[in-house]
């Protein structure tokens, strides 16, 4: 599979991160957390080193400026390699006055201050990247001047959170995952264990037709035969893969590029429906409406107007537990 088709890959998943809690970790202590069954935890590493033990799996060493990514619904620890303390998440957690919560294991010192952001499993295809996942990744960000200020960014709004500090927090959060997946794709492509699951050429065979050519008639039966598979068989295969079929991702892929050719293109509403796949206006526009939430007209208005998401409706932030 090329470069090429895996950078819109990850450009499908749409992947988005909430944020929900920070944990502050005092010298000699780590914080138990279990998993979350509908979500993918990330680890944003403010301040501090340590370790990450997923399960039973060797602990792997993070530093400052790093994101942690623990296998999805395996409990963990995380902290100092060396403690002697341990703490359940749940028992350390504090709600504060602006609604953010807070983890402390200690006495409050912040030896190790990390967020934590959740990818929810309404994001079923960017959950489908990670499933296959077996041991804590640890992505090193620090040789990115840019993404060290947003780390830094991070650490001022925690230190005196106010009013959109979640929200803040969780946009940086983002951008920081994002640019972590670019480079693994850079440098390891389908070799790193974040796409494990794009390994299987029978499914890698029907990703790349969808993402290189989504307006083509795909069906069921039509991708099945590219990966050589039955159409039963294929679409078990690929939704036990990627969290949704292979139609829904279909369309969900589709509405993904219409809605950024909306906001980049003059083009009319109807030329963009053909090009995505739909044979009407009509028909686009109901789609569309029933993801977004907004007509695609008034979609390219407001978006041009101000910052709205890309992101559609089943797609908003659900709350998670912070044990995880």
Not at 319 to 324: E, H, I, K, Q, R
Request: charged share 20%; aromatic share 8%.
């Amino acid at each position: 599979m090329s470069m090429s088709t895996l950078q819109a890959i990850l450009a499908t998943m749409s992947v988005q991160v909430h944020a929900f809690a920070f944990c502050e970790i005092q010298n000699g202590w780590r914080l138990e957390k279990r998993g979350v069954p509908d979500a993918l935890i990330v680890h944003y590493i403010l301040a501090g080193s340590g370790t990450i033990q997923a399960g039973d799996r060797p602990p792997v060493a993070f530093g400052p400026h790093s994101i942690v990514i623990p296998p999805r619904n395996l409990a963990h620890t995380i902290g100092f390699a060396d403690a002697s303390r341990m703490l359940p998440a749940a028992d350390g957690l504090g709600l504060l006055p602006n609604g953010l919560l807070r983890i402390t294991a200690g006495d409050g010192s912040r030896d190790i201050l990390l967020a934590c952001g959740a990818i929810t499993a309404r994001y079923a295809g960017a959950l489908g990247l990670f499933d296959r996942l077996q041991d804590a990744v640890v992505g090193d960000l620090s040789a990115s001047k840019h993404l060290r200020h947003a780390f830094s960014f991070m650490v001022e709004e925690l230190a005196e959170p106010g009013l959109g500090t979640a929200d803040v927090t969780g946009a940086l959060m983002k951008r920081c995952l994002v640019f972590f997946l670019r480079l693994h794709l850079q440098d390891q492509g389908m070799y790193s264990p974040l796409f494990r699951a794009l390994r299987d050429p029978r499914l890698a065979g029907a990703v790349a037709a969808i993402v290189d050519a989504p307006a083509a008639p795909h069906t069921v039966e039509s991708l099945a035969a590219l990966c050589g598979m039955s159409r039963t068989a294929f679409a078990e295969r690929f939704s036990d893969t990627f969290g949704e079929g292979p139609i829904a991702f279909l369309q969900r892929a589709r509405l993904r590029l219409a809605a950024q050719v909306l906001v980049t293109s003059p083009m009319p509403v109807k030329v963009i429906a053909a090009s995505v796949g739909y044979a009407s206006r009509s028909h686009f526009s109901h789609a569309f409406r029933a993801a977004y939430g907004i007509d695609p007209t008034a979609f390219r208005r407001r978006r041009a107007e101000a910052d709205l998401d890309l992101e559609p409706l089943d797609a908003v932030n659900h709350p998670v537990s912070p044990g995880g």
